[in-house]
């Protein structure tokens, strides 16, 4: 009796830990989408790089995500002067590597 009290304890704790798990892996996919843009112009040298999201694939908008050297995401607007010319300089630097 002691050994199937077990067993089931063990179970119901393995199916919490696995509930968890999954809860949790969707709630970090969960800003895969910017939702708006960023009023602050970033200079290059604070960027690591970037990825584009597109309004056609999953996104309601088209956005540069910036990646900075503090491991935040940044959302920019594609359009902006500023995101176009550090995208180029970005790429650039991609390029010399």
């Known amino acids: 009796m002691m050994s199937r009290s077990k067993t089931l304890l063990l ?3 393995m199916s919490v830990l696995l509930l968890h798990l999954c809860s949790k892996s969707e709630a ?3 800003f895969d989408c910017c939702l708006g ?3 602050h112009v970033i200079s290059p040298r604070f960027l690591l ?3 584009q999201q597109l ?3 999953a996104c309601d908008i088209n956005a540069v995500i910036f ?3 503090r491991k935040l995401a940044v959302c920019a ?12 300089i970005l790429s650039q630097r991609i390029k010399k590597m």
Not at 79 to 86: E, I
């Open 11 to 13: 179970a119901a704790l």
């Open 28 to 30: 970090a996919s969960s």
């Open 37 to 39: 843009y960023t009023e």
């Open 49 to 51: 790089g970037f990825t």
């Open 55 to 57: 309004a056609s694939e």
């Open 67 to 69: 990646h900075t050297r």
């Open 77 to 88: 607007d594609p359009k902006q002067t500023w995101v176009k010319r550090a995208v180029h």
